[in-house]
Nanobody, 124 residues
């Protein structure tokens, strides 16, 4: 069973950037497709992006396409989310998640393991 711990959240002005990290432990990191989801108050959990085990393939949510980048360092068991051109509507708790299925899923129910989340707040 893998444990996931996110970090890097914080308060940033609109137009700014943040990089989130997610460190995995207790499992074989390369077994998992890794994704990021987010949840704003009063809203459902939203798919952000997922990357394959190798990191060579990714799939983005429409709302972040062109602004966010996902990458992973399999030597460090770490997943990253680089967020640029941030908007107030990006404000949410961001979660990383691990999926043993081979597909690049966008449904949170497909994911097996979750971190505790990190808060991102974008001020206007």
């Amino acid at each position: 069973q893998v444990q996931l711990v996110e970090s890097g959240g914080g308060l940033v002005q609109a137009g700014g950037s943040l990089r989130l990290s997610c460190v995995a432990s207790g499992g074989t990191f390369t077994r998992y497709n890794m994704g990021w989801f987010r949840q704003a108050p009063g809203k459902n959990r939203e798919f952000v992006v997922v990357t394959s085990r190798s990191g060579l393939n990714s799939r983005f949510g429409d709302s972040v396409l062109g602004r966010f980048t996902i990458f992973r360092d399999n030597t460090k068991n770490t997943l990253y989310l680089q967020m640029n051109s941030l908007k107030p509507e990006d404000t949410a708790v961001y979660y990383c998640a691990a999926d043993t299925d081979g597909r690049l899923g966008t449904d949170s129910r497909e994911y097996d393991y979750w971190g505790q989340g990190t808060q991102v707040t974008v001020s206007s």
